[in-house]
Every structure is written in C-alpha cells, then in structure tokens.
C-alpha cells in the first residue's frame, strides 16, 4: 500500500504539479524522482512507476514539467531538454526537503526520453545518488539522423522549427502537429502506435496529443551519450533488443564512469510502459538498484 499527495513546487519561478507516493512506513524513506517520456503527463507512465516504488519502501515524485499537464508554464507542451533538466534540479529539491523523505538518499527514475534529461541533471547534481533508466531512449546526432530518416531529414526538422520560432517570437503563436497520428505526415511520429491512441491505455483527456514544432532544435541536437562519462553514480539501465534504439543504451552504457549495470530483458518498447510483465520487471530491477545504493 501507498499514500498519495498531491503537491506542487517552484522551478524558477513555475509552480510545477506532483504527485507524491509515501510508503506506508514509519520514518522517512528514501526519495525518488520519476518522470516518463517526451511530450508526456505524469498520468501516463510516471505515476504507475512511482506508486509501484512507493509499494517496495521509496517516496516517490511524479510530476508534470513546465508547460505540460497541471503545471503552469507557458508556451504549452514544449519539449525542451534544458528546461525539463531545470525541472528535475528543482523537483529533487523539492523532495530532499520533505519530511518523509530522506534528504540525503536521493535517486532518480527516467523511462523513455526522460532518460536522457535524469542523465543529464545526474551529470552536475550530486544529490543524486543513484540513476536508474528503464527503455531508455538515449541519442546523439549520428543516432537522431538514424531514427529519423538521414542528415537532410533531420536539418529540415531543425529548419522548420527554427522557423516555428521565429512566429511565435513574433507573434506568441505555437505552431502544433500531432505527437502522434497514422494519417497525419506532419506528426513527430507518423506511426500507429496503439499506446498513445488507445483511450485505455495513453490516449488519456489529460494528454493532448500536440508537439510543439519549434522544439525540433532543441530535441535533435542534444546530446546524451555526451553526459555519460560525467556520471559517476551508479547507474541501472533496463532495456530490450526490441524496444528504442539499443545501440544508444549500450554506447551510453559503456560511457559511464560510474559503477553501472544493464539489464537486457524482453518487450516493445511501449510494453514498458503499461505492460506485465514488462513493467514489473523493470520495477523488481529498480527497487533492487536502488536497494543496492539508497539504503
């Protein structure tokens, strides 16, 4: 069993909406932030990460980034690796000062795309003492060409979001495109994919299912294979042959500097989202790692 709060902190100057799970335990526990993919609310895989690690013994923050979801912030739905870096900074912050948290016994939890922004927070904040990145999604510019169809389909992504923040310099205007849609060319990924369609599973009211266009710089050029040598924590990645870009967890793997571990399971991708027993166990292999290095 867990409790839930709701709670809400500031990221420079943003009041930013969470969702706390405490285990039902006396004395505080050890804390952990988790966030989910790109584009995402916290409804959609964070919250069953964190109530699940709040049922083996952590507390655990799901939270929405600026602009997303219940969480103030304007332009909406941008996604921004810097900002959302900025974010988790100050959710853990927020976390190491709660009274049921043990301030000093911090982790940090990425599924997906917020891999790469735990990994790049981890990088520079050593209250994180332990990362762990489940179907991480982990890229630089050689493995964005690969995911997105070559070097001249990537610079005009980055052309016409360059141009998408042009307009809304000029005139406060987002230009948005789905995140994701079969018929729809424009979308950041032109694909049927059941998970973010499916009202039962991400096609969930509080996620709407819009990308902005003018973050295509922003998310084509950073690089997150760059920070690994900079994390020295100890590190847990959870991943599958069949789920995104292997060869970015297994370069990203080899680049730690830390103590590290991989773990290579089975499952697509989106299975480690909302699946059995693919989410349980990548939980199982997180508790345990943080187990290893938080208590």
Request: with cysteine; net charge negative.
């Amino acid at each position: 069993m867990s409790d839930l709060l709701k709670v809400s902190f500031d990221s420079d100057g943003v009041t930013l909406a969470g969702n706390l799970y405490l285990p039902d335990q006396a004395g505080p526990a050890p804390g952990v932030v988790v966030a989910g993919t790109w584009t995402s609310v916290k409804e959609l895989m964070a919250d069953r990460y964190a109530r699940r690690l709040a049922e083996r013994g952590y507390a655990a923050l799901a939270f929405d980034f600026t602009g997303f979801g219940e969480s103030g912030g304007e332009p909406r739905d941008v996604e921004n690796p810097a900002r959302k870096i900025r974010d988790i900074h100050h959710a853990l912050t927020f976390l190491a000062a709660h009274p049921a948290v043990h301030g000093d016994r911090l982790g940090a939890l990425g599924i997906c795309a917020a891999a790469m922004y735990m990994a790049g927070n981890a990088a520079g904040d050593p209250r994180v003492r332990s990362l762990a990145l489940v179907a991480p999604w982990l890229h630089d510019a050689a493995i964005c060409e690969d995911a997105y169809g070559g070097a001249a389909a990537v610079a005009e992504k980055i052309k016409i979001g360059r141009e998408a923040r042009s307009r809304y310099d000029e005139t406060g205007e987002v230009d948005y495109v789905p995140v994701v849609s079969a018929t729809d060319p424009r979308a950041a990924m032109p694909y049927e994919i059941d998970f973010y369609l499916n009202p039962d599973r991400g096609g969930i009211p509080a996620w709407p299912n819009r990308f902005a266009v003018m973050a295509w710089p922003d998310w084509l050029t950073y690089d997150s294979i760059a920070s690994a040598p900079q994390i020295t924590q100890p590190t847990l990645l959870v991943h599958s042959e069949n789920a995104a870009i292997p060869d970015g967890a297994r370069r990203f793997h080899a680049g730690l500097a830390g103590p590290k571990d991989l773990l290579w399971t089975e499952g697509t991708q989106f299975d480690f989202y909302d699946t059995e027993p693919q989410v349980t166990v990548a939980v199982d292999a997180v508790a345990a790692h943080f187990g290893r290095t938080l208590r």
